[in-house]
């Protein structure tokens, strides 16, 4: 038989309990680091940080909480120490402390300018806010004490005040609802409490009017009383004291009314059940079989909702008859004027055919369906945002609504599973833009209100890639290269050509993000020209072939053809014509072409339309020929064309006419 041990495991939980209570008490207040706002604070930031702390810890007024074990949960958490309130109210929620100092500094000229707010992270709000100045480091040193004096009164008169409207409400948290009902010649008082505490006991008091006098009746450790010295045809109203202990009494603002006590009423129905729905509420009841026993022949009942602690207000009426043969439960709706996520309390009675009213039914307290709450997930995305929530029960799914700058809101998705707790907007999303979204959730008949809103931006348009570079001297041909962007969101790059800086033309899409360069050789039959300058620029376009902004340009210059060689010449010899030229400036020449014309001699002049014939071809280091071939009675014109190694031609450079030195011979008679 196995035996179980109770005492251990309620020791450990006792034990867990103290201990985070202890650990609650004891750290009432972390101090955050301080954030230099610009280079002249760094430094001072940490020195004033030290200096509170240490004035701080010799306050045992102020309860502390170690930076070690600050950093530990923030870290474990995945919180950092950041000084926007949302930042602030989120570490202080994990941290488990009730204030969080925070703030910056600020070095101007000779002035340290220190903003400091308490945040009160239960209430969610900033306790006050403290600037103060320094001058150097011993002003610091001499002024941190007495701002740990101002520091501990506010922390004290903060709790002082929570204690008290802690006290103020405790009766209207605790307390659901206080109902009487007659019983025999009696009153049956019976109450019930929100949330279950040990060791209470009751005070019952009851007056004949509702501003009292309350006079005391007794005393009791259940949550029930029954009054028995009522008088019949007399209106009474009741209250009850709270007492917790040693602590004083704590009056509940809710009175119970009961009218005509002692006469003989008919008995309030029995409510089954209550659920709350979007906007509106259910309630089940069955009829009191005592009214059957007890001839009351009821003909209707009278649905209360509760307005304040003592005051109900009837929404409706249900006919007796409106049950079925098969059920004699009773089902009422009501869909008036509510709230998301809010309380409310109803109870029903008896009417019977002479009139007479029941008391109130035991009370059931109802809870509409609250609000979703949304949270932005991710943004920054390429026309999309991750949006998340907490799922809501009894929904059908949620709608999702959005506006971008002063447009109007627009619902922009329809998630229609109650338990999905995500969505992914890429609706119709642009580059760069913020959005502003909220959420509500939906049954079958209702919507709730917005949920909280929530803003992201989607991801800018790309920038334009780094380093972009054209090189030049390439044969009809510009070689550009670039630092490609690390971003798969990059659909490829643009490129642009123009003949200068102001009119650029795109005539290249180059895909894939990794992409680095691009080789232009000019358009199909139009290939660039030889020795101009030509201007390149290069964007970015993203998936969607959105394009950003354009690079800054960059100059390139296509390889010059060569340069017509000079000083060419011809002069006659005794049997030859010889032409001589000044060597190439350029070092890559692969030749020299030389051509001639001849007129006279059978020839065709070179000036009226006669073609040029290829002569030789000479190496670059040339810079003569001789011409033997010659007839007489001719002229002589030499032209040289120069041709580098990739095929560049120079364009031609033309001797003078020479007459050809050859005397013809005459013929023997």
């Not at 209470?200 to 007794?218: D, I, M, Q, T, W």
Request: proline share 4%; glycine share 8%.
């Amino acid at each position: 038989m196995k035996k179980f041990c109770f005492f251990p495991a309620i020791t450990l939980f006792l034990l867990c309990i103290v201990s985070s209570y202890a650990h609650a008490q004891r750290n009432a207040l972390a101090i955050f680091n301080l954030k230099a706002t610009n280079i002249e604070a760094m430094g001072y930031n940490g020195e004033i940080l030290h200096a509170l702390i240490s004035s701080i810890e010799s306050d045992k007024d102020i309860d502390l909480m170690p930076r070690r074990e600050i950093e530990e949960v923030l870290f474990k958490t995945g919180l950092v120490q950041d000084n926007t309130h949302e930042a602030v109210l989120a570490a202080g929620k994990a941290l488990g402390i009730n204030f969080v100092l925070f703030g910056d500094v600020t070095k101007k000229g000779s002035e340290i300018i220190t903003r400091l707010s308490l945040m009160d992270i239960e209430h969610k709000g900033i306790v006050k806010e403290w600037d103060l100045l320094f001058r150097d480091r011993d002003s610091i040193l001499h002024k941190i004490p007495d701002f740990s004096r101002d520091l501990s009164t506010t922390l004290i008169d903060s709790k002082r005040r929570a204690g008290a409207a802690s006290m103020e409400s405790q009766t209207s948290k605790d307390v659901e609802y206080l109902n009487a009902k007659i019983e025999g010649d009696a009153v049956s008082l019976s109450w019930k409490l929100r949330t279950h505490k040990a060791s209470l006991s009751y005070n019952v008091y009851r007056a004949e009017s509702k501003e009292g006098p309350f006079h005391f009746l007794g005393k009791t450790a259940d949550n029930f009383f029954q009054d028995s010295t009522v008088k019949k045809g007399l209106t009474y109203f009741y209250r009850i004291g709270i007492v917790a202990g040693t602590d004083p009494e704590v009056k509940s603002s809710h009175t119970a009314l009961f009218v005509d006590g002692g006469e003989k009423r008919p008995h309030p129905p029995l409510v089954m059940s209550g659920r709350g729905y979007v906007k509106r509420t259910e309630i089940k009841f069955v009829p009191c079989l005592k009214n059957e026993q007890e001839k009351f022949n009821i003909i209707k009942y009278k649905i209360y909702r509760q307005k304040g602690p003592d005051e109900w207000s009837n929404i409706g009426t249900i006919d007796s008859k409106d049950s079925s043969q098969f059920d004699i439960s009773f089902t009422v709706f009501d869909e008036s004027d509510f709230n998301d996520g809010t309380t409310y309390t109803y109870a029903i009675a008896s009417t019977d055919d002479k009139g007479l009213e029941s008391p109130l039914s035991d009370p059931i307290s109802i809870d509409t369906i609250k609000s979703p709450v949304l949270s932005l997930d991710k943004d920054n995305l390429l026309r999309k945002m991750i949006l998340s929530w907490k799922p809501i029960e009894n929904v059908a799914g949620y709608y999702l609504y959005r506006k971008g700058g002063k447009a109007e809101w627009k619902k922009v998705g329809t998630i229609s599973e109650g338990t999905k707790t995500n969505i992914i907007d890429e609706k119709d999303l642009a580059d760069g833009p913020q959005y502003t979204y909220y959420l509500t959730a939906y049954d079958e008949k209702k919507e709730t209100g917005p949920s909280n809103e929530v803003k992201g931006k989607t991801k800018d348009l790309p920038a334009f890639p780094l380093n972009l570079q054209a090189s030049s001297g390439l044969v009809k041909s510009v070689n550009i290269t670039w630092n490609p962007l690390e971003d798969t969101d990059i659909g490829g790059y643009n490129i642009y050509r123009g003949p200068d800086n102001n009119n650029m033309k795109k005539i290249a899409s180059v895909k894939d993000y990794k992409s680095n360069n691009y080789l232009d050789k000019g358009e199909a039959f139009t290939p660039l020209d030889d020795g101009k300058n030509y201007f390149y620029a290069i964007t970015s376009f993203n998936l969607f072939e959105a394009e950003g902004a354009i690079s800054p340009c960059v100059k390139a210059v296509t390889k010059p053809r060569p340069a017509s060689v000079k000083g060419l010449s011809a002069s006659a010899g005794s049997d030859h014509i010889l032409i001589g030229w000044e060597r190439n400036p350029e070092t890559d020449i692969k030749s020299n072409v030389v051509y001639r014309s001849i007129s006279g001699g059978g020839g065709f002049s070179a000036l009226s339309g006669g073609a040029w014939s290829k002569l030789t071809e000479l190496s670059m280091g040339q810079t003569s020929y001789k011409d033997f071939d010659l007839k007489p009675e001719s002229s002589y014109s030499y032209r040289i064309i120069s041709e580098d190694k990739d095929g560049l031609k120079s364009d031609p450079a033309d001797s003078n006419q020479v007459a050809s030195p050859i005397i013809k011979q005459e013929k023997s008679k």
